[in-house]
């Protein structure tokens, strides 16, 4: 987006990223690990208060994959599978997180869950650990959307709505979510 860091924008006079992780909580995770790269000490400060574990990605400026392999990594040697929810994507609920959760855990195969809207692909999605060694090799500003496409006979799509589409990548696009920018 460039200028004001759009996690840190309101959204009913709370940051995005507080009330994307606070949903997160309130959803039926095991528990939620944060991975921070820009302004890492303004998005802790943010989530003050909150029950939650922290992945510094010093490496964040290389692109996505690198926060994705710093969650990862950060992840309790029994966990089953990561849920990953984008911080700058205002529309998702807990409900919505809970609809990806559940469709996992009700289909033994233990598959790859992606979020869709009418039909598109989006996020969030989960990745069951069977998937978490190739995440090791993913490279550049490119999170897990190859790897979903190499596995298209375990990927289950679920519809959320417009939430799996709606990211804030510019400032049109948070005027148009709700969001005001901090320009601090």
Do not use: C, W, Y
Not at 17 to 41: F, K
Not at 52 to 64: Q, T
């Amino acid at each position: 987006m460039g200028g004001p860091n759009k996690l840190m924008a309101l959204f009913s006079d709370r940051p995005l990223i507080r009330q994307t992780v606070e949903r997160a909580l309130a959803a039926h995770t095991a528990g939620i690990i944060v991975v921070t790269g820009h302004q890492a000490e303004r998005i802790e400060a943010a989530l003050s208060g909150l029950n939650v574990r922290f992945a510094h990605n010093p490496d964040f400026a290389s692109g996505l994959s690198s926060s994705l392999k710093a969650g990862v990594s950060a992840l309790p040697v029994d966990a089953a599978a990561a849920l990953i929810v984008l911080g700058d994507m205002p529309g998702v609920t807990t409900d919505d997180l809970n609809r990806v959760i559940d469709a996992f855990t009700a289909d033994s195969t233990l598959p790859i869950v992606r979020a869709t809207h009418n039909g598109k692909r989006g996020n969030p999605v989960l990745l069951p650990r069977s998937v978490f060694p190739v995440i090791s090799l993913l490279q550049g500003d490119t999170g897990a959307r190859h790897l979903i496409e190499n596995e298209r006979e375990n990927v289950i799509d679920v519809e959320i709505g417009v939430g799996a589409s709606v990211d804030v990548d510019t400032r049109d696009a948070m005027a148009r979510a709700g969001g005001v920018l901090q320009e601090t």
